[in-house]
């Protein structure tokens, strides 16, 4: 049973998920290297926190407790946990170097759960110690609110991995979707289109950002894409298209946009940089 969550990689997405897992109990480590990224993660979950206290969405005392389930740690070997989850850049040598050496801390039973959102996780498996204890749990954003997480299954995860890592996403009040693994997985697949199809659009002039979001969240979208795309950060959303992109052997319908690399290039990543499509105070 797990009753212990370390998240290592302390950005939006990490925050998100120690926060779940705090809320429901279970003694978090939130891990960064960056001590200056862990100091704003705290601030900014603290401010989070207290939104939701505002809004009458959580007690005060739920509050404390929450900040009280999380430790805050730069140093590796504080990183002893039932399930590890990383969080952190989008490359599989960090990702595997990670799980590698949390392995030397961890006992052998620890899970490992990648919440990569376009790395094979197969592969990523396949270098790590215990390879049958790796599994992918790709959580959306922002991460406290959004219900859907990937389960990822490789051909080397045992059952009781996978079963593991159900009960945990179902303990969450999230929905698990148990898949495969596969580029983009299930999400990120089906969702390409809805991405390029409209940055193609603007590219062509066809439209403006503000106009193809109107429209589709008419149509019952609750988010257009170019205002999702500055949510998840332009930087994540365009280094998953282009490993979709590879790994289905470069279809021309699934072209990564320039329009996008762009703003990737000129650090308009969204809102975590102020300024993507849309600027953001």
Same mark, same amino acid.
């Given at each position: 049973?797990?009753?212990?969550?370390?998240?290592?990689?302390?950005?939006?997405?990490?925050?998100?998920?120690?926060?779940?897992?705090?809320?429901?109990?279970?003694?978090? #480590?939130?891990?960064?290297?960056?001590?200056?990224?862990?100091?704003? %993660?705290?601030? &900014? *979950?603290? =401010?989070? @926190?207290?939104?939701?206290?505002?809004?009458?969405?959580?007690?005060?005392?739920?509050?404390?407790?929450?900040?009280?389930?999380?430790?805050?740690?730069?140093?590796?070997?504080?990183?002893?946990?039932?399930?590890?989850?990383?969080?952190?850049?989008?490359?599989?040598?960090?990702?595997?170097?990670?799980?590698?050496?949390?392995?030397?801390?961890?006992?052998?039973?620890?899970?490992?759960?990648?919440?990569?959102?376009?790395?094979?996780?197969?592969?990523?498996?396949?270098?790590?110690?215990?390879?049958?204890?790796?599994?992918?749990?790709?959580?959306?954003?922002?991460?406290?609110?959004?219900?859907?997480?990937?389960? #990822?299954?490789?051909?080397?995860?045992?059952?009781?991995?996978?079963? %593991?890592?159900? &009960? *945990?996403? =179902?303990? @969450?009040?999230?929905?698990?979707?148990?898949?495969?693994?596969?580029?983009?997985?299930?999400?990120?697949?089906?969702?390409?289109?809805?991405?390029?199809?409209?940055?193609?659009?603007?590219?062509?002039?066809?439209?403006?950002?503000?106009?193809?979001?109107?429209?589709?969240?008419?149509?019952?979208?609750?988010?257009?894409?170019?205002?999702?795309?500055?949510?998840?950060?332009?930087?994540?959303?365009?280094?998953?298209?282009?490993?979709?992109?590879?790994?289905?052997?470069?279809?021309?319908?699934?072209?990564?946009?320039?329009?996008?690399?762009?703003?990737?290039?000129?650090?308009?990543?969204?809102?975590?940089?102020?300024?993507?499509?849309?600027?953001?105070?």
């Amino acid at each position: 049973m797990i009753q212990t969550v370390c998240v290592c990689g302390a950005g939006t997405m990490g925050r998100g998920i120690a926060q779940v897992a705090a809320r429901y109990g279970f003694h978090t #480590v939130l891990f960064d290297l960056n001590r200056e990224v862990l100091e704003q %993660a705290k601030a &900014a *979950l603290q =401010k989070d @926190l207290q939104v939701l206290v505002d809004r009458n969405k959580l007690t005060a005392a739920q509050q404390h407790s929450i900040l009280d389930h999380i430790r805050f740690t730069n140093e590796i070997n504080d990183c002893i946990a039932d399930i590890v989850i990383e969080a952190i850049v989008e490359k599989l040598p960090a990702k595997v170097a990670l799980f590698n050496q949390l392995a030397e801390v961890n006992h052998s039973e620890t899970i490992f759960a990648t919440n990569t959102s376009s790395l094979s996780v197969s592969e990523i498996a396949s270098q790590v110690v215990r390879p049958e204890r790796v599994a992918g749990m790709h959580f959306f954003n922002p991460a406290p609110l959004m219900k859907l997480v990937e389960v #990822v299954a490789t051909p080397q995860t045992n059952k009781a991995t996978i079963d %593991a890592v159900t &009960a *945990l996403t =179902k303990q @969450l009040e999230k929905t698990p979707v148990l898949c495969k693994d596969a580029p983009g997985f299930i999400v990120n697949h089906v969702a390409r289109p809805y991405y390029l199809e409209a940055l193609y659009l603007a590219e062509q002039e066809l439209s403006n950002f503000g106009a193809i979001d109107s429209l589709l969240e008419a149509t019952g979208f609750k988010m257009g894409p170019f205002k999702l795309m500055d949510l998840i950060g332009n930087d994540i959303n365009y280094a998953v298209s282009c490993s979709v992109y590879d790994q289905l052997g470069q279809p021309l319908r699934l072209r990564p946009s320039p329009l996008q690399q762009e703003k990737v290039n000129s650090g308009a990543l969204g809102r975590k940089t102020k300024k993507g499509y849309y600027e953001y105070n």
